[in-house]
Nanobody
Framework: QVQLVESGGGLVQPGGSLRLSCAASGFTFSSYAMSWYRQAPGKERELVAGITTTGSSNYADSVKGRFTIFRVNFKNTVYLQMNSLKSEDTAVYYC??????????WGQGTQVTVSS
């Protein structure tokens, strides 16, 4: 049974940091590209960051220089380190696993709220 379980969300003040985790099970984690998406109230879900099976990463312009995605394959976990958080980063954050010719897998999401 495939599972992606996000954790690490919460309430943080502007300028603060959070590290999100996404623990995967039920599939060959190292063979899947992983990504983080977010969805703010009233907005569409958007890509935040992605990392390939070989470790190459890409970021949305809005988070470049502030967020870092990395994966630890022996832990079947992908992380999103978020620094210098802004109020506009408030959203539900989801992780996704994807592989060519295979279905995508999504987690249930974790809430991040940036507010003073």
């Amino acid at each position: 049974q495939v599972q992606l379980v996000e954790s690490g969300g919460g309430l943080v003040q502007p300028g603060g940091s959070l590290r999100l985790s996404c623990a995967a099970s039920g599939f060959t984690f190292s063979s899947y590209a992983m990504s983080w998406y977010r969805q703010a109230p009233g907005k569409e879900r958007e890509l935040v960051a992605g990392i390939t099976t070989t470790g190459s990463s890409n970021y949305a312009d809005s988070v470049k220089g502030r967020f870092t995605i990395f994966r630890v394959n022996f832990k079947n976990t992908v992380y999103l380190q978020m620094n210098s958080l802004k109020s506009e980063d408030t959203a539900v954050y989801y992780c996704k696993a994807s592989r060519m010719f295979k279905n995508d897998y999504w987690g249930q999401g974790t809430q991040v709220t940036v507010s003073s």
